[in-house]
C-alpha cells in the first residue's frame, strides 16, 4: 500500500505565543517545533498499515527549509521518503494546490493528513485536496482499517460516532485514537539521515487570502478564590457578577 | 449582496451555532439558508428569527446523514443558483470537512475559525482565531467569492426577525456521490451538545474513576450543561472521546466552563481559553488551572460539589 501523509511543522503545544515585525510575524525566539498532533496520529497509522499490508510511506511537508528537522523525524517514525515543497504555506488553497500536484505523481491508496493543523486550526485543507483530486474525503477519522481495497473508518460526530465503508482511494484528516505517537528509536533516527527528502517547487502560485496583523487575547484578570465551605458565595458571584446562571 | 447560510440539523432542529451563522449573515447582506435532509418546514421557518429571509430546503433523504461530498455538491449548487457571493457556515466537525471541498469548487477564499464581522472598509478583512485560541489574526480573503466559517458561540444571536421562506430546492445527485456507506452510529440522544454549550461541566483525573462521575453529571443537569473531560479521562476509557476537550479535542468557548479535578496542562488550557468565565475546583491550591480561572475553590470534588449542585438547585428554582 502507498500511503502519502501531509505533515505540518508547528509550534509545541506548550510554546508562549508571540508576534514581532509590529505583529506582522510569529516570534520563533526559543520556540520548538514539531510534527503537528494530529499529523502525529496520521503518520503512526500509516506505520501500522504498512507493517500489516507492506507498502511505503511518503512524507510531504509544504514549508521552508527550516522544517526539514520536522521531516526528518518524520522518516525516523518510518516514513521511508520525503518531499519539500518550498515556499511558506501562507494560504490554506495554496497548500491544498501543492499537495494535490504532489499526489498527482504517484499512485497513493490513502492520503492522510491531520484532522487540523494546530498553528491556523482550519481543518480545510483534506477537503480541498479531496476535491482537487476528485477523491472522496473523511474527517475527523478515529479508527481506519483497510481490507483489500475498502477501508472501515470511524469518524466523529458531534455528540458521537459513525462507522462508514468506504473505497480506497481517499483522503483523511486523522485524530486520536487512531493509533498511539509513535517516538523514534535510534536505529530510526540513524536511518533518517539517508533516506530520501526531495524538494520541489511550487506549481501554482494562486493564493486566496493573505494574513495582515496577529493580536493577541486581552490579559486575564486575577482569579476570586472562594472557601470550600461558601460555595453559595459562588453561586452568587456567577449569578450576579458574571451573569452566566 | 446575496449571502448563503448552510444550516446544520441535529434532531430535525437548527443548531444553535447555525443560528449564529445567519445572524452573522444578515449583517452582511440579504439572507438565504439552506437546509438538508428532512426538516419540517416550521422549524425551518423560524432560521427567519435570526436574520435569514428565505430558506431553501432540500429534502432528499439520502442528505439525513452528514454525507461529505453531497453536501459540498449541494451548497456549490444553492450559491450558484442565489448568486451568493459570501457562504457562511458555523465552524464545525462537518462544516470543516465540507466548505474546504466547496471553496475548490466555487474557487472562493475560505477562513475559518471567524470572531467578528468583516472590516469592509478598505477590502474584505475578517478576525479569526488561531494558534488554538491563544492568539487572533486579521487575514484578507482577496477572492470574488468567500466563505467563513464562524466560531461557536463568538456571535450574538439575532432573534427578532419574523419567519422565513422555506422554498423546496433540487439538486440532482448522482449515486457515485454516495460512495460511503454507513454501517453503524453511535450517538448519545438528547444530551447537550459540547461544543454547542453555553455550559460545560469539566471532569479530569482527579475524579478518581467512571464510576464517580455521577456528581458531574448531576451539576450538569441541574445548570443545563454539556460534560466534557481532560484527555487522560478519555484515554482510559472512562469517559467517551468526544467529550475530550482541549488542543486534540474538542474547543469549547462557553460563556461558564467549571472545572474538576483537572490540572490546567496547557493544552487543556487550549481548548477552553475561549471561554467567558472558568471555575476551577481542585485540591492542590498550586493547580496551574487557578491561574486561568476567574473563580477558583480550593476542596475536594467530592465534597463540594454535592454541596455546590445543592446551592444551585437552591439559587435556580
Ligand atoms: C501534544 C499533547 C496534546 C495534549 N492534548 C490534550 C488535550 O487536548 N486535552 C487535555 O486535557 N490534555 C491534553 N494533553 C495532556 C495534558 O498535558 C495533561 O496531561 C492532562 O490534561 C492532564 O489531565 P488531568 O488534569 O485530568 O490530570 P492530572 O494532571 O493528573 O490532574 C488531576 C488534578 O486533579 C486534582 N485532584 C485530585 N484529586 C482531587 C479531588 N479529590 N478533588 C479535587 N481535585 C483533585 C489534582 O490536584 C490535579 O490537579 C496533551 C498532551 C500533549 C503532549
Ligand atoms: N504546510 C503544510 N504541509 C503539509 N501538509 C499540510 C500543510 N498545512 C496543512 N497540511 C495538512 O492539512 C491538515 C489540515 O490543515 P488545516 O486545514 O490547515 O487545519 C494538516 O493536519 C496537515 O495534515
Known amino acids: 500500500m502507498n500511503i502519502l501523509v501531509c505533515i505540518t511543522h508547528v509550534p509545541d503545544t506548550t510554546s508562549r505565543i508571540a508576534f514581532t515585525n509590529d505583529n506582522t510575524e510569529f516570534d520563533k525566539n526559543g520556540v520548538q517545533f514539531i510534527i503537528g498532533p494530529y499529523d502525529d496520529y496520521a503518520l503512526a497509522r500509516a506505520v501500522e498499515l504498512k507493517e500489516q499490508h507492506g507498502g511505503k510511506i511518503t512524507v510531504l511537508n509544504v514549508g521552508e527549509a527550516e522544517t526539514e528537522p520536522t521531516i526528518r523525524k518524520a522518516l525516523a517514525i518510518g516514513a521511508d521518503e520525503a518531499v519539500r515543497v ?39 485543507v483534506h477537503g480541498m485536496v479531496g476535491e482537487l483530486l476528485g477523491l472522496p474525503s473523511f474527517s475527523p477519522v478515529m479508527q481506519l482499517d483497510v481490507e483489500g481495497t475498502t477501508a472501515k473508518i470511524t469518524r466523529e460526530i458531534e455528540g458521537g460516532k459513525e462507522k462508514l465503508e468506504v473505497s480506497l482511494p481517499f483522503v483523511a484528516g486523522c485524530q486520536e485514537p487512531i493509533a498511539e505517537w509513535k517516538i523514534p528509536n535510534m536505529r530510526g533516527i540513524m536511518s533518517a539521515r539517508t533516506k530520501p527528502l526531495n524538494v520541489v517547487e511550487p506549481t501554482d502560485a494562486t493564493v486566496h487570502s493573505q494574513l495582515s496583523k496577529y493580536e493577541l487575547p486581552p490579559a486575564k484578570g486575577a482569579v476570586k478564590m472562594i472557601d470550600a465551605d461558601n460555595v453559595e458565595e459562588l453561586v452568587d458571584l456567577l449569578k450576579n457578577e458574571a451573569k452566566v446562571i | 449582496m446575496s449571502v448563503l447560510v ?263 488550557l487550549a481548548g477552553v481559553n475561549s471561554s467567558k468565565y472558568i471555575v476551577v475546583i481542585n485540591k492542590d491550591e498550586e493547580a496551574p488551572f487557578f491561574k486561568a480561572a476567574d473563580y477558583g475553590i480550593v476542596g475536594d470534588a467530592f465534597e463540594v460539589l454535592p454541596k455546590l449542585n445543592e446551592a444551585l438547585k437552591k439559587a435556580l428554582a
Open chain 2, 6 to 268: 448552510f444550516i446544520e440539523l441535529e434532531e430535525g432542529k437548527i443548531k444553535k451555532s447555525s443560528r449564529e451563522a445567519i445572524s452573522y449573515a444578515a449583517a452582511l447582506g440579504n439572507t438565504t439558508a439552506v437546509a438538508l435532509g428532512s426538516a419540517s418546514a416550521d422549524e425551518l421557518a423560524t432560521a427567519g428569527a435570526n436574520g435569514a429571509s428565505k430558506v431553501l430546503h432540500v429534502s432528499d433523504e439520502r442528505l439525513n446523514a452528514g454525507l461529505i461530498q453531497p453536501y459540498a455538491e449541494v451548497l456549490a449548487a444553492a450559491a450558484n443558483s442565489t448568486e451568493a457571493t459570501i457562504i457562511v457556515t458555523a465552524k464545525s466537525s462537518l462544516a470543516d470537512a465540507v466548505v474546504g471541498r466547496v471553496a475548490a469548487k466555487l474557487g472562493a477564499g475560505l477562513v475559518s475559525n471567524v470572531v467578528a464581522l468583516p472590516d469592509t472598509s478598505n477590502e474584505f478583512v475578517v478576525k479569526r482565531s488561531i494558534y488554538t485560541g491563544k492568539a487572533f489574526a486579521n487575514t484578507s480573503i482577496t477572492t470574488d467569492k468567500k466563505i467563513l466559517a464562524i466560531k461557536k458561540n463568538a456571535i450574538e444571536l439575532k432573534t427578532d426577525g419574523g419567519p422565513a421562506d422555506v422554498e423546496a430546492f433540487s439538486v440532482s445527485l448522482d449515486d457515485a456521490l454516495f460512495n460511503a456507506k454507513i454501517t453503524a452510529t453511535d450517538k448519545a440522544e438528547g444530551d447537550v451538545l459540547l461544543p454547542e454549550a453555553d455550559i460545560v461541566v469539566s471532569g479530569g483525573r482527579g475524579l478518581k474513576g467512571p464510576e464517580n462521575w455521577g456528581i458531574i453529571e448531576d451539576l450538569a443537569k441541574t445548570l443545563g450543561a454539556a460534560t466534557g473531560c481532560s484527555k487522560p479521562v478519555s484515554d482510559m476509557d472512562w469517559r467517551p472521546h468526544h467529550e475530550h476537550v482541549g488542543q486534540t479535542g474538542v474547543k469549547v468557548s462557553p460563556s461558564l466552563y467549571i472545572a474538576v479535578g483537572i490540572s490546567g496542562a496547557i493544552q487543556h
Open chain 1, 86 to 124: 518550498n515556499a511558506f504555506p501562507s494560504d490554506s488553497f495554496f497548500v491544498a494546490n501543492q499537495i494535490a500536484a504532489v499526489a498527482k505523481q504517484g499512485e497513493y491508496d490513502l492520503i492522510l493528513m491531520g484532522r487540523e493543523s494546530i498553528d491556523f486550526n482550519g481543518g480545510m
